[in-house]
């Protein structure tokens, strides 16, 4: 179901002349590399067989190949590290998608989850509670209760969670790893709504804060159920310097607190996810290879064999491997500046159109049958279907002159962007499709998410209650 195959575009993808064609569009920073090569010819066997077209003008790719290869990248980085258990469990809130978090299970991932709706999709994928972690800042009793009953590890973030984790612990005998979040309050990065380690973030228990760590020693010294410390010192923006402070932090702690506590109590580190991704190339960096040389360089009693790790990386697996694909509907020209309306905006692209300069997206252009556009270059803005002004997947952009019915490619949008969609204008959510290579080098699709109907919109928006206000 969903799997359609296409036996003239893999040749292209490999031919001399795509590579031409990417070199001669200036987009020299992709032009050659794998991703790229495979990115292209789904493109191009998305057209050809109809995944996208005159009335399909919006569909997301997933690049399957190179998921595979980044969790791979994630699992020998750590395991040529440390001869003691890790578990990378997948932060669900970059990429929900079911069949997704069942992919990466199959690649032995497990799952971070921070809501009842994340937890839920994580189990329909099949990921079990020993694989999974519930970490989000506002449990309910409920919540907590549920994931103690399930045996799922659970950081509390704060001392009145922890109350209510002596509750639970005291009323039923639970199998659940129990830790508390901390901040390290290291400092923000380039992106202040991502910054998780700033003095005055939300999350966790501020480490550096009057009395703060000596109510955590105390705290683990009193609870001898509790076995885990946890941290989530990265995201978008933060150096890995900064990044790896933090976790330096986490690991000084807990060696504290078993030495105070006279025996390994602390037996298992969540360093969190949060490394940075490259938005700019095709090239992926800085890779979990160097993640793991800085961490041993930095911190190296954390790969002695007496923690076990648990990571939770979201972005990093999935953003590159993430393709929005939308059809020039028509073209303008604006006080002397070419636009292109497309089909991709602020549905999809929400951060990026809210807050351009934090997210700037590369944009591919490719020509009505799906080829890479050549041409010399004109700035130009890149438009979606939105009715507000700021609506701009990219912004006096340099591309080939973009034409009606040509496509415009949102790249490296995998974590958080098509999987997160926003309901502006009731625009419908497209349609996700994975994609891999064939054997013999074809494109072969899967469809992930089905897109969204118009009948969905109108349910999901009261359709049901059509009467609820007569009379009110
Ligand atoms: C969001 C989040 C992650 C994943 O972060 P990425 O930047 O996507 O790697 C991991 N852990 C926690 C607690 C988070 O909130």
Redesign the pocket.
């Known amino acids: 179901m969903g799997i359609r195959e296409n036996a003239e575009s893999a040749g292209n993808a490999e031919g001399a002349d795509s590579a031409g064609d990417a070199e001669s569009t200036g987009r020299a920073d992709s032009a050659g590399s794998p991703s790229a090569e495979r990115r292209d010819a789904a493109v191009r066997a998305a057209v050809e067989q109809g995944l996208v077209g005159r009335d399909i003008p919006i569909a997301a790719f997933l690049d399957i190949t190179g998921i595979r290869a980044s969790a791979a990248a994630l699992k020998s980085a750590f395991a040529a590290a440390t001869s003691a258990p890790v578990l990378h469990a997948f ?1 669900v ?2 990429a929900p998608l079911v069949p997704v978090l069942r992919l990466l299970r199959e690649e032995g991932l497990g799952a ?1 989850v ?1 809501s009842p709706g994340e937890l839920a999709l994580a189990r329909a994928a099949g990921i079990r509670p020993a694989q999974t972690v519930l ?1 989000s800042p506002a449990k309910t009793p409920a919540e907590l209760r549920e994931a103690l009953a399930l045996g799922i590890a659970v950081n509390a973030d704060n001392p009145q969670e922890l109350a209510r984790l002596d509750a639970l612990v005291r009323s039923a005998p639970s199998g659940s790893p129990l830790g508390i979040r901390v901040n390290p309050q290291t400092g923000g990065g380039s992106i202040e709504a991502l910054s998780t380690a700033t003095s005055t973030s939300k999350f966790g228990v501020a480490l550096r804060d009057e009395g703060a760590r000596d109510w955590l020693i105390r705290a683990y010294l009193d609870r001898p159920w509790l076995t885990r410390l946890h941290i ?1 010192s ?3 923006g933060i150096p890995l310097d900064l990044h790896v402070q933090g976790i330096r932090a986490l690991y000084e702690l807990a060696e504290e607190i078993n030495a105070r506590a006279g025996r390994r109590q602390i037996d298992t580190l969540d360093i ?4 940075s991704v490259n938005f700019t190339s095709d090239e992926e960096t800085p890779t979990y290879a160097e993640f793991v040389r800085a961490l041993q360089r930095s911190v190296p009693g954390l790969f002695t064999g007496s923690y076990g790790l648990v990571t ?5 697996l999935l953003a590159k491997h993430g393709t929005i694909l939308a059809r020039v509907e028509y073209t303008k020209t604006s006080g002397g500046r070419p636009i292109a309306v497309t089909h991709a905006g602020a549905q999809v692209a929400t951060r990026t159109v809210y807050a351009p300069h934090s997210w700037p997206l590369r944009i591919a252009a490719y020509d009505p049958k799906g080829r890479p556009k050549t041409g010399p270059e004109t700035a130009q803005d890149v438009a979606g279907p939105a009715c507000f002004a700021g609506d701009l997947l990219a912004a006096d952009r340099p591309l080939p002159l973009l034409e009606q019915d040509d496509w415009v490619a949102a790249l490296d949008t995998g ?1 958080y962007y098509f999987a997160h969609p926003y309901a502006y204008n009731s625009l419908a959510r497209p349609a996700i499709h994975g994609f891999a290579a064939e054997a013999d080098g074809t494109v072969r699709f899967a469809l992930v998410r089905e897109a969204q109907t118009v009948a969905e919109i109108v349910a999901e928006s009261g359709g049901e209650q059509l009467r609820a206000l007569d009379g009110m």
């Open positions: 932060a809130k970059a971070e921070a970490d989530h990265g995201s978008q969190g996810g949060g490394l939770e990386f979201g972005r990093s974590a």
